[in-house]
């Protein structure tokens, strides 16, 4: 069984449009993520759900906006997508506990043409 | 100064042969540190983590932490061409769930 499912691999679409991708983890874990990977391979945190809670939210553009409908699931929605959005988005999740071990999904990348 | 830093590679080690991948971090009050292997178009996967200073061990995997220092390694004994990827370098700087990463080492393990 996958332990972080993400859809949809691969997402290719306009500049302009609208679109989503799912997480889903059955780890039992309280606390998901959203990563995003650039052309750079640099990694790094975009959101963070505790429970259905914020609880880390980087400076990220309001176009991009979390949705956590339970602890199993965190979704990204994005507004309005721009060429620069391009990149690699993983899902994650860890315990509530320290030391807060990350198990990453398998990734969805996006690019916006 | 980035909080986290990583030479970036590539780092070409032959088979057999004991791989060094080194880390350094900013902020003094990190507690935990991991260590992600990710090859190349997958994810990162979680290979070990490390919190108090010295050595741990786990299988041909040995993370060093040094906090004086503000560095962090991991040793690849025998290593093989399997282990050639990306290791990444994580730091938990809040003692909370946030991790900040580092850019990444590329290793090439030649046969």
């Known amino acids: 069984d996958t332990a972080v499912s993400q859809t949809p691999k691969y997402l290719v679409t306009q500049m302009g449009n609208d679109k989503s991708i799912k997480c889903e983890q059955n780890?039992?874990?309280?606390?998901m993520y959203w990563y995003k990977q650039d052309s750079k391979k640099f990694l790094k945190i975009m959101f963070s759900?505790?429970?259905?809670?914020?609880?880390i939210n980087e400076t990220v553009p309001n176009r991009f906006s979390p949705k956590s409908p339970d602890k199993a699931h965190l979704n990204l929605h994005i507004n309005s997508l721009e060429l620069g959005d391009s990149a690699v988005y993983f899902c994650?999740?860890?315990?509530?506990?320290?030391?807060?071990?990350?198990?990453f999904g398998p990734g969805t990348r996006l690019t916006v043409t | 100064q980035k909080e986290v830093e990583q030479n970036s590679g590539p780092l070409s080690v032959p088979e057999g042969a004991i791989a060094s991948l080194n880390c350094t971090y900013s902020d003094r009050g990190s507690q935990s540190f991991f260590w992600y292997r990710q090859y190349s178009g997958k994810s990162p996967e979680l290979i070990m983590f490390i919190y108090s200073n010295g050595d741990k061990e786990d299988g041909r995997f040995t993370a060093q932490l040094n906090k004086a220092s503000q560095y962090v390694s991991l040793l690849i004994r025998d290593s093989q061409p399997s282990d050639s990827a990306t290791y990444l370098c994580a730091v938990n700087p809040f003692g909370n769930e946030k991790l900040t990463f580092g850019t990444g080492t590329r290793l090439t393990i030649i046969p």
């Open positions: 780890l039992g874990h309280d606390t």
């Open positions: 994650a999740s860890s315990q509530v506990a320290w030391p807060y071990e990350q198990y």
């Open positions: 759900y505790n429970n259905k809670e914020l609880i």
